[in-house]
T-cell receptor
């Protein structure tokens, strides 16, 4: 079945540092890939997505590229802020007729001023 | 446009009781999915409904059930509560299940 493996945390960074969270997946066919973010006490918010190989999703300075050859979807941000402190989840859905998201374990990111 | 609304936000129940959680999806969305989030197991898929039909179900015991109404609102029910059912229950809606999902803030269930 589908599965997602992401970098274990916690990750602690200083403001303006570079952030990378690794994510690899196992799935048949061509799933859609997502990064979700969860702030304390909140639900999940979609951060970015990519639906086919070599697609790059981007939002709020975050980027991730769908790499079929390495089955990866690593999240990056060039200069983090304190407000980026949250838990980040990599997820996949599909291929077609699989109406559910499979999530990684989540990576807690703390950014210090 | 209003987001996904889950009620109640917090619940405290006693072992053996049952509980019903509610989810109102984004207007126009016909797919509603439920997830359980715990520190030990992470985010796990419970079930997905589309046009009042359950299309997919996760690996949870029969004590966990759900339904969807004609207006796409959904409820999930947990009977004979156990301590291990304490979790954040998240509802997500999407247009048809294959598009991106939008999550509610969740219902925090504590079983004592």
């Amino acid at each position: 079945g589908n599965s997602v493996t992401q970098m274990e945390g916690p990750v602690t960074l200083s403001e303006e540092a570079f952030l990378t969270i690794n994510c690899t997946y196992t799935a048949t066919g061509y799933p859609s890939l997502f990064w979700y973010v969860q702030y304390p006490g909140e639900g999940l918010q979609l951060l970015l997505k990519a639906t086919k190989a070599d697609d790059k999703g981007s939002n709020k300075g975050f980027e991730a590229t769908y790499r079929k050859e390495t089955t990866s979807f690593h999240l990056e941000k060039g200069s983090v802020q304190v407000s980026d402190s949250a838990v980040y989840f990599c997820a996949l859905s599909g291929p077609s007729n699989d109406y559910k998201l499979s999530f990684g374990a989540g990576t807690t990111v703390t950014v210090r001023a | 446009k209003a987001g996904v609304t889950q009620t109640p936000r917090y619940l405290i129940k006693t072992r053996g009781q049952q509980v019903t959680l509610s989810c109102s999806p984004i207007s126009g969305h016909r797919s509603v999915s439920w997830y359980q989030q715990t520190p030990g197991q992470g985010l796990q898929f419970l079930f997905e409904y589309f046009s009042e039909t359950q299309r997919n179900k996760g690996n949870f015991p029969g004590r966990f059930s759900g339904r969807q109404f004609s207006n796409s609102r959904s409820e999930m029910n947990v009977s004979t509560l156990e301590l291990g059912d304490s979790a954040l229950y998240l509802c997500a809606s999407s247009l048809d299940g294959s598009a991106e999902a939008f999550f509610g803030q969740g219902t925090r269930l504590t079983v004592v």
